[in-house]
């Protein structure tokens, strides 16, 4: 039979950056179910469903007050706490989300994988997506405290650097995935990594600016904190919104960089491991 008369050829990757994103592109109405998918199954059997999107920074929020601002004294740069928590915690929540749920992306899919063919990047795509909704409704929790203290208090000054917000948010994504897929192609052979995986992220937060200004380091110590591509990220959103920060071009040039290469090295080692993740996952 010529190969034409059928309706799906699937051909194997011949280049290790051999992403095929018009294969990706055509399955985009399964991205969107699988988006869809992540959201409902989280809360179907919640009583309080999609609140808990509000619940969990408010939560958050209160014990950072109490924890970080009341007892350990840390400073804020002289932004109320609330707003100043709140802010790290959103961009933190989003990007430790998108790179806790890729990394695992193989063995939570396996049986998926196992019987039907579709891109396998499909499936960390519509993590970030999806995401991406949770994100939305927690940056509108943000904005309405935010506006409050810009309108009614005038306790804070935000500027022009606003309008990175955007951007911020795609290099968040495209870090958490490139992190992601590499994590995930190590996961499928090496299980001990997935313990690790939640108590290293959680470090990590600890070494960006989340609960804590970058002013607040001591000079010899803040290059440290500088080699952490999020950092930046973290502090130019604050600059833009709330006026106190640390904006640097070449911070930001850095997390640019890192972010790249790792999406590079991530699509390399993703499209090796696909090939024979199920012999091992």
């Not at 409902?40 to 601002?69: D, E």
């Not at 890192?258 to 080692?269: A, C, E, K, P, V």
């Amino acid at each position: 039979m010529n190969e034409h008369n059928w309706t799906e050829i699937i051909k194997p990757y011949n280049k290790l950056l051999d992403l095929k994103l018009k294969e990706v592109w055509r399955y985009r109405d399964l991205l969107r179910l699988l988006v869809h998918r992540d959201f409902v199954s989280n809360y179907k059997q919640t009583i309080l469903g999609p609140l808990w999107f509000f619940i969990q920074p408010i939560l958050t929020t209160i014990m950072f007050v109490i924890v970080f601002g009341s007892i350990a004294k840390i400073g804020t740069d002289g932004i109320p706490m609330i707003v100043f928590y709140l802010a790290g915690i959103t961009l933190w929540n989003y990007f430790s989300d998108c790179l806790n749920k890729t990394a695992t992306v193989f063995k939570d899919n396996a049986a998926l994988f196992g019987k039907v063919y579709f891109p396998r990047l499909i499936m960390p795509l519509s993590i970030i997506v999806s995401n991406l909704v949770r994100l939305s409704i927690q940056f509108a929790l943000f904005l309405i405290i935010w506006i409050y203290y810009v309108t009614v208090t005038q306790t804070i000054q935000p500027n022009f650097y606003i309008v990175f917000f955007p951007f911020l948010i795609l290099l968040m994504g495209g870090m958490a995935l490139g992190l992601g897929l590499i994590i995930s192609a190590l996961t499928s052979k090496y299980k001990d990594l997935i313990f690790l995986l939640s108590f290293s992220i959680q470090l990590w937060m600890y070494a960006t600016p989340v609960i804590y200004p970058l002013s607040s380091i001591p000079e010899k110590y803040k290059w440290l904190i500088n080699l952490n591509p999020m950092s930046s990220i973290i502090e130019i959103f604050r600059y833009g919104f709330l006026g106190k920060g640390e904006f640097s071009w070449a911070s930001i040039s850095y997390s640019i960089l890192f972010t790249i290469i790792i999406l590079i090295l991530g699509s390399i080692i993703f499209n090796k491991v696909e090939k024979t993740f199920m012999d091992t996952v």
